[in-house]
């Protein structure tokens, strides 16, 4: 009996521990699970704790685009011609934007594109270039276009620098018109005076009140705009003494005013026309790039450098320079740079005539005088270069000894007159070269004595008389 006792109540406490147990699972499943729930709960919070802040850290920060977009636009458009104008307006591009908003007016966000055209650099019109760039404007819907050429412009007599047509909102800029160098910053500075002259207008009253907002510009700005008078196109450089770019208003007949509040045309001529000529003529060598004549011409170099050195060896030329005086010396030289220059031009058929061409007059003078200027640079490139060359082939060539003895000077030869010698011996060797020169071919000429635009003219020209004289 005790024993069955026993066994019952030892089931039964196994049983009550069982339950026991299996209670305590649950507690600690269930505790498990809350501390789950309550981890999520936490983690959630902290993500969304943490877009919060990330959206309060936004919205603290100043929206820069938000302040750009949130101002009026005004799209102003650049029309290049090929090549040269239309590199130097990809580099103007990225900054003009910027520069528009600080010199012209910061109440409007400005954007600047451009569209490259041919007509541009072919017309040398400049009514023509107008009209174009004002078909191309309102194709793209601008508020203000520029044309950019780098062909002279010529209208009514005047030799055109830059030219504003306020009521049409349009402009164009010659660039030969703007001189040498620097051309970045000139055309920079013209590009924003146009606007200016656009956008704010061209009347007396209009640029006063420019004026006055110019004077009180901040100067410590890096482009140095603060300079330049609301009547400038842009800052005067050594040649503005020369030949002064002078800003002048006529009405559509084409008279000048100084009515105010008339409708006007501004212009900025070349002025005089004389010193005009001085002003065009530089910016066209330069964009001829007359350093191009020399490769150009690298052979015609070595051959009249092989012939030069040749000579050196015979003791009749070292006699030569030992009796030459100065005057006779540079007579030679001058001789044989004219003589160069001259032959290139008539070999090649690079001068221009009336009979070419239906260009005015004043247009021919100006091309023919950029084609002299630029191959005379590039033979003055050629003498100088020949000259270092025959220099350190005199110290090389001819025994000291030798040339001081009997059969030489019969004297000392100092430096002086090694130079002497050098000087001499390239002015010969420069007569000789201009020979090989004429047989040169023609394209290669043409390539390397013109830049783009001036070269299309001179093919073009060729190609109109060879016409005419199958006609006939």
Same mark, same amino acid.
């Given at each position: 009996m005790n024993d069955d006792r026993n066994e019952e109540a030892a089931e039964q406490s196994e049983k009550e521990k069982s339950t026991e147990e299996k209670k305590q699972k649950e507690k600690?499943?269930?505790?498990?699970?809350d501390s789950d729930h309550k981890e999520e709960a936490e983690q959630s919070e902290e993500e969304k704790t943490t877009e919060e802040k990330e959206q309060e850290e936004k919205e603290e920060m100043p929206d820069s685009e938000s302040d750009h977009t949130e101002l009026p636009t005004l799209h102003v458009g650049l029309i290049p011609a090929p090549k040269a104008a239309s590199d130097l307006s990809d580099k103007l591009a990225g900054e003009l934007a910027d520069l528009l908003r600080d010199y012209v007016d910061d109440e409007y966000s400005w954007k600047v594109e451009i569209v490259v055209d041919s007509y541009i650099g072919a017309e040398e019109n400049a009514a023509k270039t107008l009209q174009q760039a004002q078909s191309i404007s309102d194709d793209k819907n601008w508020d203000y276009a520029i044309a950019v050429t780098d062909m002279p412009l010529f209208k009514d007599g005047e030799f055109i620098v830059a030219e504003v047509e306020e009521e049409l909102a349009l402009a164009q800029i010659s660039l030969p018109a703007l001189g040498f160098a620097p051309l970045l910053r000139r055309v920079?500075?013209?590009?924003?005076?146009?606007?200016?002259?656009?956008?704010?207008g061209s009347s007396e009253e209009a640029r006063d009140r420019e004026q006055e907002r110019v004077d009180n510009m901040d100067p410590g700005n890096d482009k140095n705009m603060h300079k330049i008078g609301s009547r400038e196109l842009c800052k005067a450089g050594p040649l503005n003494r020369f030949a002064p770019i002078k800003r002048i208003t006529v009405n559509i007949d084409r008279v000048t005013v100084d009515e105010e509040g008339a409708d006007t045309t501004v212009r900025f001529i070349a002025s005089p026309r004389a010193n005009g000529y001085m002003r065009l003529t530089s910016g066209m060598v330069r964009a001829n790039d007359p350093y191009k004549v020399v490769t150009t011409f690298k052979s015609v170099v070595a051959v009249a450098f092989a012939t030069g050195a040749y000579a050196l060896i015979f003791p009749t030329v070292w006699m030569l320079a030992d009796s030459y005086d100065e005057i006779r010396a540079a007579t030679l030289m001058v001789i044989s740079f004219t003589?160069?220059?001259?032959?290139? @031009?008539?070999? &090649?058929?690079?001068?221009?005539?009336?009979?070419?061409?239906?260009?005015?007059?004043?247009? @021919?003078?100006? &091309?023919n005088a950029s084609t002299v200027f630029t191959i005379g640079f590039g033979v003055a490139i050629y003498y100088v270069l020949l000259f270092?060359?025959?220099?350190?082939?005199?110290f090389l060539f001819i025994p000291p000894d030798l040339l001081e003895s009997g059969d030489g000077i019969g004297?000392?030869?100092?430096?002086?007159?090694?130079l002497y010698l050098a000087w001499l011996i390239t002015s010969i060797a420069t007569v000789i070269g201009a020979i090989g020169a004429g047989l040169e071919d023609e394209e290669t000429v043409l390539k390397g004595t013109y830049g783009y635009r001036q070269r299309l003219r001179k093919e073009y020209i060729q190609r109109m008389k060879e016409e005419a004289d199958e006609k006939k």
């Open positions: 600690d499943s269930m505790r498990d699970s920079r500075e013209a590009s924003l005076q146009l606007v200016s002259e656009m956008h704010h003589a160069m220059t001259a032959w290139i @031009i008539i070999a &090649h058929k690079l001068w221009e005539t009336r009979s070419e061409t239906n260009d005015n007059k004043y247009l @021919i003078r100006l &091309h270092f060359c025959f220099l350190f082939a005199v004297r000392p030869a100092g430096l002086p007159y090694f």
